[in-house]
């Protein structure tokens, strides 16, 4: 009969402690090996590190610089310079005599020692009284019958403001229509019909005059989708009292 011998509890002692000297030995030379590893990459390429870090610094620096000193300064100039040709455009909208026109004309060009929205423009590139000046000059040329200029400065207006962009649009469609290219005049009062969103209105005028320059331009089709609209949305506007008549020349 054969006899089971008794492992000796201090040999499976000894056995797993060295075991897990063995181990951790592994453990540290893999850690040695990586930091070997490490150092040579970095001293290969210390420089180049070196030089990405020193590129970041510098970026931020400038950047920072930049916004401090010259651009907040900058826009803070051009913020003061504004008002005055401001004045002379809110002068000229609420004025109903002739006067309108040489006070659209001070508020694009100066006076009294004042920079006018052009020279804004040229002068403040970048900040946002020079972008607002674009939208001002727009109109001011469009109320000179100025249309090209009309539409070449309202065309450099940025805005998030979807009235203000509306607006903008508009004006640039007006302007082409009063150039008779219709063509591009409906395009931008569709345009413009994107940024209205669900103003009560804005959004009925722009139908409307989409609804003519369609009608104008024989797109019966499309003229009849831009007065339903009025009638559907709009019940209460301006524009559809006169809706049914609207209808009734594109049937």
């Known amino acids: 009969m054969a006899t089971y011998k008794k492992r000796s509890k201090r040999n499976i002692s000894k056995s797993n402690s060295n075991a ?89 060009e100066g006076a009294d020692g004042k920079f006018g929205f052009i020279d804004i423009i040229e002068n403040y590139s970048g900040t946002p009284a020079a972008n607002l000046s674009s939208y001002y000059s727009g109109i001011a040329y469009f109320n000179l019958d100025k249309y090209d200029l009309a539409i070449k400065y309202l065309n450099d207006f940025n805005s998030n403001d979807q009235i203000l962009s509306a607006l903008s649009l508009s004006t640039i469609g007006d302007s082409f229509i009063q150039l008779d290219q219709l063509d591009d005049g409906l395009n931008y009062y569709e345009k413009a019909l994107s940024e209205a969103s669900e103003n009560t209105f804005i959004k009925p005028l722009l139908l409307m005059k989409s609804g003519n320059v369609a009608l104008e331009l024989n797109k019966k089709s499309k003229a009849r989708k831009f007065f339903q609209e009025i009638k559907d949305d709009y019940p209460d506007s301006q524009q559809a009292s006169e809706i049914e008549i609207k209808l009734a020349q594109v049937d």
């Open 20 to 108: 897990n000297l063995s181990s951790t030995k592994q453990v540290f030379e893999t850690l040695d090996e990586g930091a070997s590893k490490t150092e040579i990459f970095v001293s290969k390429y210390q420089k180049y590190l070196i030089g990405a870090i020193s590129f970041l610094v510098l970026v931020f620096v400038l950047f920072f610089g930049y916004n401090k000193f010259i651009l907040e300064p900058k826009v803070n100039e051009a913020n003061l310079e504004i008002f005055t040709a401001q004045k002379y455009f809110n002068q000229a909208v609420n004025t109903d005599d002739d006067s309108s026109d040489s006070l659209f004309q001070l508020s694009l």
